[in-house]
Structure formats: structure tokens, C-alpha cells
């Protein structure tokens, strides 16, 4: 069995510590590197003190140190640490697997850029029920095309720093290609005050922060006498720390191109 080495962005964050512990566990993986940011009071601690058992790797942020010892880093921190980090992957031949949301359409494109040299696993949910998610909103949007209004409701905990979500966005995405929309055209992001009657073809977003949820996910479809939502909640990061492991895994012997958990769950038609 293949022994994957694995860095791990972001390492004291509430993801970091999800994925050092899943890291761990996993008998095919090893933890090669964990990074944290400079003047970050983990540096130089064992890794290990950050999921209450000490693994032997010392938290750096020495990123090309890191990136010599690893296969492939997986990046949950936030867009302008992870295009750094790409920069640095890109150098050093390393894959990615990244879960960073709030990317700039700039930032994206230079994503792109660089998978046709690394191989990236980027989504914005790598949990993979929401990914089977995705799949049942593309067969329910193209089924309710006439007479059903879509509203698209996330709820996430209060430090989440971007909204919509990554995964609600992604979410309007699927359903407005699946109807034949562009969502940067139809998509209302919030309503206050006389805003006047609903637009037949509008997507629409609301956003809830507050306290430690983890993630919630509803898209309505509402029509005359009937109302179907198809519905995510997410209880533990430890489903998206999995989804990020399959996805290292999936990565294996891929030297380029740009991937999503659709690919890497064998979803993509």
C-alpha cells in the first residue's frame, strides 16, 4: 500500500486540526508537514499538541521546507494565503487539495493556471454528501424548470468571514446551468424594503451566521400548492476532512488538471 505524504495548511484552525487528526488516523497517509502562519504561537510546537497526542512534526512556516518533504498539501485557510501556497506547489511540482472559499474570479483563473502543471482537487464543500447534494439539486432543477421559484438558505458559524458560502454558491451554480441560466445574472444576494415582485428566473441567496454551526444548506423549490427543499446539515468538520482525504487519494498518479469532488466520486456525467 502507497504511503502518501501530507501537508497540512492552516494547521491550528478549526479545519487544520480536523484534518491533522484524520491524517493520523488514516493508515495510508503521513503527516509530513503542518504549517501555521508567521508569528503564529503554535510554530515550533509539536503538531501533536494541537489534537492531544504528539506526532513527532514540528509546526513550521517554512513553506518550501514543507512542500520537499510532502506529495501533496491540502489548504482549507483563506484565498490569499492559498494562491501563496499554489505559487509554491506550482514550483515544487506538489498536488493540491483545496477547500478554500471566497476566491476572486481572478484568483480562480490562476487556479486554473496552475493545474495545467500540478494536479488540484479545488471545492468548495468536500463533504461527500453534499456533493451527492449537488447531484439531486442538477436532477430536481431541470425537472421543476416551469412554475417553481429557487431560494437557496445557509446557515454557518459566526467567525465565517465570506458570504454567500462557497457551497451555497456552488449550489446556484449547478441548479442555474441546469436550467440554462447564468447565476451572475440572476442571482439576488439580499432584499430589503419595496424591492417589487419576484423575478420568474431569480436565484436567491440568504445568510445566517451565528454561534458554532457548522454548516446548513437548503434549497427551496417553492411552486403553487407545493414546496420541495433538498436539504444538507453538516453536524462535524470530520466529514469534510474525509472528503479531503479521498481526495488526496483520488490525486494519486495524476500529474495535472483540475478536479472536483464530482470527479473525485465518480459523479461527473
Known sequence: MTTLNIAIAGSSGRMGRTLLEAVEQSPDMRLAAALERPGSPYLEKDAGELIGALCGVVVSDDVTAALGKSDMLIDFTRPEATMMHVASCREKGVKMVIGTTGFSPQQEEELKAASKEIAIVFAPNMSVGVNVTLKLLEVAAKALSEGYDIEIIEAHHRHKIDAPSGTALQMGRVVAQALGRDLSEVAVYGREGITGERAADAI???????????????VMFAGTGERIEISHRASSRATFAEGALRAARFLEGRQSGLFDMQDVLGLRE
Do not use: P
Not at 436567491?204 to 437548503?218: E, N, P
Open 204 to 218: 436567491g441567496f440568504a445568510t445566517v451566521r451565528g454561534g458554532d454551526i457548522v454548516g446548513d444548506h437548503t
